[in-house]
């Protein structure tokens, strides 16, 4: 009997799937193959794997099997191999090949059993705020959770949990990032994370908007069409969403699948330019936003593209009228995209962003 056929009788484990089925199956909590979840017994963590979705977890195997403990110590010791969770992946253990992903250190960092990684859309427009450490603690009183200034994720991140989080913490808030939740048990993991969801949702949303006839014929043939999601054409429409968008990256996953930031189509530029250049540039940008008019992605987006463009309108009717946000610089872009910062600056430079 193998340990994964061993695990598979464990009904923590039957609950951890059906609860990264759920999670994955709803867009506030997690878009595309974002989020993970893991369950740690004895020497293993199992792990979702890198690329696969959360919604998939009851049908697929997508758990891949880590050794926590050497991880976290790799980690504590900022050993360099950490930063690539593969040397502690248990190959034997781990028939389909599949990767762990490099958030698979925050889940060893956590010593909990059971942990669960969301980027929920109500804890990323908290975490993007310049605020967000005074407003976070304004909405989770009595709560045992630290909040994490943006980090890297991998060592750096692993590191900054170390600095601001204690023994007894079981809720991080990931600046510009996200929501983990920890506990004993998937319940209570996942109590605490419906919990944290519902305390930082806000009591109203900017709206949303239809997609705007004159816009789409507009779109017709340039290769490009409307994100099909109410609240991101809400961005259009809305001066001071606009003026949210109108910059660089907020979170990571925005960066890894839509490229840095928008591209917001200026006065007096033609919408057939843009969109060439938006496509086209070194770092592609696949959300272009014409004010007034509507936001386009190209017609050729992957399903994680699409779930990513809903999630930043989700994300931005969530940041309150008077929050201020921080972005992501350029060289933390950089680094999420594995360039050299100096290389990447040049190419954003040549793009006119
Ligand atoms: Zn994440």
Same mark, same amino acid.
């Given at each position: 009997m193998t340990l994964y056929s061993e695990l598979q009788s464990n009904p923590e484990f039957a609950a951890l799937r059906a609860e990264s089925a759920r999670l994955g199956s709803d867009p506030l909590q997690v878009q595309g193959p974002g989020g993970n979840t893991s369950i740690k017994s004895g020497d293993l963590m199992w792990v979702k794997a890198s $690329? /696969?979705? #959360? @919604?998939?977890a009851l049908t697929t195997d997508l758990f891949v099997p880590v050794y926590h403990e050497a991880l976290a110590e790799a980690l504590v010791a900022d050993d $360099?191999?950490?930063?690539?969770?593969g040397p502690f992946t248990c190959r034997e253990e781990n028939p389909s090949g599949l990767r762990a992903s490099i958030e698979a250190t925050v889940h060893a960092s956590m010593s909990a059993r059971v942990v669960l990684h969301t980027h929920c859309v109500a804890t990323i427009a908290a975490a993007v705020r310049t605020d967000a450490p005074a407003f976070v603690k304004s909405k989770l009183a009595g709560l045992p959770y630290a909040f994490i200034p943006y980090a890297k994720p991998g060592i750096d991140l692993a590191r900054a949990i170390r600095e601001h989080?204690?023994? $007894? /913490?079981?809720?991080l808030i990931l600046g510009n990032h996200g929501l983990v939740t920890c506990g004993a048990t998937v319940g209570e993991a996942n109590g605490l994370l419906q919990d944290v969801s519902a305390r930082l949702a806000? @009591? @109203? #949303?900017?709206g949303s908007a239809g997609i705007d006839d004159a816009f789409q014929r507009r779109l017709s043939g340039s290769g490009w069409k409307p994100v099909p999601h109410g609240p991101t054409q809400q961005i259009a429409h809305d001066a001071r969403l606009l003026t949210i968008a109108d $910059?660089? /990256? #907020?979170?990571p996953d925005h960066l890894v699948f839509l490229g840095p930031g928008v591209t917001m189509v200026r006065e007096g530029e033609q919408l057939t330019d843009v969109l060439a250049r938006a496509g086209q540039q070194?770092?592609? @940008?696949k959300l272009v936003i014409v004010p007034d008019h509507g936001v386009a992605m190209p017609d050729t987006a992957t399903a994680s593209d699409i779930a990513l463009a809903r999630a930043f309108g989700d994300v931005l009717v969530r940041i309150a009228p008077q929050a201020r946000v921080s972005r992501l610089s350029e060289d933390q872009e950089a680094e999420l995209l594995d360039w050299d910062a100096e290389v990447y600056r040049q190419s954003l430079n040549k793009a006119g962003r």
């Open positions: $690329g /696969t979705w #959360l @919604s998939d $360099g191999r950490a930063d690539d969770v989080a204690s023994a $007894g /913490t079981q809720i806000p @009591s @109203s #949303l900017a $910059g660089r /990256t #907020l979170y070194q770092f592609p @940008s």
